[in-house]
Antibody, heavy 119, light 110 residues
Framework: EVQLVQSGAEVKKPGESLKISCKGS????????ISWVRQMPGKGLEWMGRIDPSDSYTNYRPSFQGHVTISADKSSSTAYLQWSSLKASDTAIYYCARLDVVVTALDYWGQGTLVTVSS | QSALTQPPSVSGSPGQSVTISCTGTSSDVGSYNRVSWYQQPPGTAPKLMIY???NRPSGVPDRFSGSKSGNTASLTISGLQAEDEADYYCSSYTTSSTFVFGTGTKVTVL
C-alpha cells in the first residue's frame, strides 16, 4: 500500500527556521517525483514545487522560489520542505503528494502538516 | 501564474447532475491534456478523481467524468450523492513545467 506520512504540527515564531518531512512507503521512492502543496486557512490549494528523488532536481512555482527549499533523501525515502526564516503568512497546512509523471497527476497525498507562525 | 478559474459553488439535489468548469489559458489547460481533478472533503487531504482530462483512477465511481474544450475543462458528477459534498479543484500542467490549481468549487448536496 502506497503511503506518504508527514511530520506533526509545528508552532514557530517569525524569523525561526523549520524543516518538515514526508516519508514514502509501499513503492519505489526514487521512481516518482514529490510535490508540495500549500493550503492557507480557509483558502484553496497552491502548487509550490517538486523534486525528483533520483537526482534531487527541483523546480518551483516562481512565487515560492527563494523562500522555501525542497530536498529529498533516497536512503530514507523522505522528502523535506524547509524555511530559513518563517513569516506569519507561512501559516498553512502543507501537503506532500506523489507525482505520477506518466499521467501528470498527484495520485497519493500525505495527511498534511499544519504550520502555525505566530509571535 | 494565475490560478485557473472555477465557480465558487455549485449545488444539486440527490440524483441530479452538476458540472464544474475550469478555465485556464493557452499556457496551461489549452496546451496539454494534463488536467486533473481533486476532491477535498472538509478537514481531509485531497484525493485524485480524474487525470489526463477524462480518466478515472481505480476505485473512483463512474459517476465522475471529465472533458475539455479549448482552454476550459469540466468535471461532471452524475447521480449526485450526499457523500459527494466537498471542495473540488482542477489542476493543469503548464508550459513553464510547473502545475497550477484552480480556485476551487464547493459542491453542496441539497
Amino acid at each position: 500500500e502506497v503511503q506518504l506520512v508527514q511530520s506533526g504540527a509545528e508552532v514557530k515564531k517569525p524569523g525561526e527556521s523549520l524543516k518538515i518531512s514526508c516519508k514514502g512507503s509501499g513503492y519505489s521512492f526514487y521512481s516518482y517525483w514529490i510535490s508540495w502543496v500549500r493550503q492557507m486557512p480557509g483558502k484553496g490549494l497552491e502548487w509550490m514545487g517538486r523534486i525528483d528523488p533520483s537526482d534531487s532536481y527541483t523546480n518551483y512555482r516562481p512565487s515560492f522560489q527563494g523562500h522555501v527549499t525542497i530536498s529529498a533523501d533516497k536512503s530514507s525515502s523522505t522528502a523535506y520542505l524547509q524555511w530559513s526564516s518563517l513569516k506569519a503568512s507561512d501559516t498553512a497546512i502543507y501537503y506532500c503528494a506523489r507525482l505520477d509523471v506518466v499521467v501528470t497527476a498527484l495520485d497519493y497525498w500525505g495527511q498534511g502538516t499544519l504550520v502555525t507562525v505566530s509571535s | 501564474q494565475s490560478a485557473l478559474t472555477q465557480p465558487p459553488s455549485v449545488s444539486g439535489s440527490p440524483g441530479q447532475s452538476v458540472t464544474i468548469s475550469c478555465t485556464g489559458t493557452s499556457s496551461d489547460v489549452g496546451s496539454y491534456n494534463r488536467v486533473s481533478w481533486y476532491q477535498q472533503p472538509p478537514g481531509t487531504a485531497p484525493k485524485l478523481m480524474i487525470y489526463e482530462v477524462s480518466n478515472r483512477p481505480s476505485g473512483v465511481p463512474d459517476r465522475f467524468s471529465g472533458s475539455k474544450s479549448g482552454n476550459t475543462a469540466s468535471l461532471t458528477i452524475s447521480g449526485l450523492q450526499a457523500e459527494d459534498e466537498a471542495d473540488y479543484y482542477c489542476s493543469s500542467y503548464t508550459t513553464s513545467s510547473t502545475f497550477v490549481f484552480g480556485t476551487g468549487t464547493k459542491v453542496t448536496v441539497l
